[in-house]
Nanobody, 117 residues
Framework: QVQLVESGGGLVQAGGSLRLSCAAS????????MAWYRQAPGMQRELVAT???????NYSDSVKGRFTISRDNAKNTVYLQMNSLKPEDTAVYYC???????????WGQGTQVSVSS
C-alpha cells in the first residue's frame, strides 16, 4: 500500500516561517494532484493549497502570497513553505495525494503547526 509521512511542523512566533514536507512511500506508480489541508480545533478541515503533477498551483485566499507549495516528482514528495505566519495559521496540517492506480486519495497522519502571537 501507500503511506504519506509529514514532517516539519512546530512552534513558531508570528511572522516566522516553517517548511513542511510530505513523502509518499510504498507501491507508487504515479501521483497526480498533491495537496495540503489544515484543521484547527473545532473547525472543519480546509484546503490550503494544491499542485498538479505538472506544477500548476492553487491557494486558498487566506494563505495566498504567504505560502508556496512545490513538489519533487522523483522523490514523491510535496512541500509547503509557510512565511509570514499568523496565529490563525495554527492547525494540524495534512497532506493528501491522488494515486490513480488505487482509484483514490491517501492522507498523511498530520503535523502540528502552532503560531504564537
Amino acid at each position: 500500500q501507500v503511506q504519506l509521512v509529514e514532517s516539519g511542523g512546530g512552534l513558531v512566533q508570528a511572522g516566522g516561517s516553517l517548511r513542511l514536507s510530505c513523502a509518499a512511500s510504498g507501491t507508487i506508480f504515479r501521483i497526480n494532484t498533491m495537496a495540503w489541508y489544515r484543521q484547527a480545533p473545532g473547525m472543519q478541515r480546509e484546503l490550503v493549497a494544491t499542485i498538479t503533477r505538472g506544477g500548476s498551483t492553487n491557494y486558498s485566499d487566506s494563505v495566498k502570497g504567504r505560502f508556496t507549495i512545490s513538489r519533487d516528482n522523483a522523490k514523491n514528495t510535496v512541500y509547503l513553505q509557510m512565511n509570514s505566519l499568523k496565529p490563525e495559521d495554527t492547525a494540524v496540517y495534512y497532506c493528501n495525494a491522488d494515486l490513480p492506480f488505487y482509484s483514490g486519495t491517501f492522507w498523511g497522519q498530520g503535523t502540528q503547526v502552532s503560531v504564537s502571537s
